[in-house]
């Protein structure tokens, strides 16, 4: 499968490389408070997160990643920060550090959850002994689609895919309903309020 | 060879992140956010012939696509604070 001797030495080292990116961003983020440099981090966490998805072989999962999190959310938090100031305000106390305990108690679990994993590829894993062992060997000549996830998700889950698109449906018409677009938008009311606040304190003023 | 050029693209994208991580105004940041999707657009592809699959060429053409419009909502929304005006209109009130 490999291009080429040394290539498994060299995606091992990718891989540590794009953690280590993944880690500084991760840590910056949470000490940055100026709201559009952890827009712009966030959009650099996700195109990296979505490349080491590739490097794993979770080519889907990589793309959702790379759509969502680098195109998506960053129009969104660009339009939600309209809304609300520039700058996040410090936190102080026990808002501090309980978040951080909390994050190294579900990476522990997590990890101790790891080692009853079977190992990669393993062929007695129960990915490779049940069902899908079976959909490797029907689905080509049922359907015909070469890609797999593709087949299930699209074909064998067909029901429960379009469940999906009706909710996400719904869900943008919601938000789309309650920020409103154009002149009567949540964001135009806003700033409309506020310029009438700013002419009134100088009318105050004078 | 591959693994050289993997590794030059590592470091041009730790310059970049640096860059973005202190950039100290808004543009330094989102050209450093740009310029570092391309970088992982390319890694993306050398990524594929390192493993021995170039088909990988093709999620990288999707990536640079929206990496290109990402960019293109940021920078609009700089110039006229919101995403609903028309790209060719030129608003009266500007930024």
Redesign the interface.
């Given at each position: 499968?490999?291009?080429?001797e040394?290539?498994t030495l060299?995606?091992d080292l990718?891989n540590i490389?794009l953690l280590t990116?993944l880690f500084?961003?991760a840590i910056?983020i949470a000490r940055l408070r100026s709201l559009?440099?952890i827009v712009?981090?966030s959009?650099?966490y996700s195109?990296?997160s979505?490349?080491w998805f590739?490097?794993l072989d979770a080519?889907d999962v990589?793309?959702t990643e790379?759509?969502v999190g680098?195109?998506i959310s960053?129009?969104l938090f660009?339009?939600a920060m309209?809304l609300t100031s520039r700058t996040a305000k410090p936190e102080k106390g026990a808002t501090k550090i309980v978040p951080l305990l909390v994050v190294i108690a579900t990476g522990a679990v997590l990890i101790y959850a790891t080692i009853d994993l079977p190992g990669f590829g393993d062929p007695n894993s129960p990915a490779n002994t049940g069902v899908g062992v079976e959909f490797l060997e029907r689905t080509y000549p049922e359907i015909a689609i070469p890609n797999i996830v593709t087949a299930v998700l699209a074909s064998y889950r067909g029901f429960d895919t379009l469940g999906e698109v009706g909710v996400v449906f719904m869900a943008g018409l919601a938000v789309s309903l309650l920020l409103g677009?154009?002149e009567r938008?949540l964001?135009a009311t806003v700033r409309r309020e506020d310029r009438i606040n700013a002419i009134k304190d100088d009318e105050e003023e004078s | 060879m591959?693994?050289a050029a993997?590794l030059a693209l590592?470091v041009a994208?730790?310059l970049m992140?640096i860059r973005?991580?202190s950039?100290p105004t808004?543009y330094d940041?989102?050209l450093?956010?740009n310029s570092?999707?391309t970088k992982?657009i390319l890694?993306?592809g050398v990524?594929g012939?390192?493993?021995?699959r170039p088909d990988?060429l093709d999620?990288s053409i999707?990536?640079a696509l929206?990496?290109f419009?990402?960019t293109i909502?940021?920078l609009k929304?700089f110039r006229y604070?919101?995403?609903?005006v028309s790209l060719s209109r030129r608003g009266k009130d500007g930024a």
């Open positions: 499968m490999t291009g080429f040394g290539a060299a995606i990718l490389t990116i500084v961003v910056a559009f440099a712009m981090l959009g650099i195109l990296v979505a490349t590739v490097a080519v990589a793309f790379a759509a680098a195109g960053t129009a660009l339009g309209v677009f154009g938008s964001g | 591959i693994g993997a590592i994208i730790a992140l973005a991580l950039g808004l940041r989102v450093a956010v570092l999707g992982i890694l993306l990524i012939f390192l493993t021995g990988f999620i999707l990536y929206i990496n419009v990402a909502a940021i929304f604070r919101s995403f609903q």
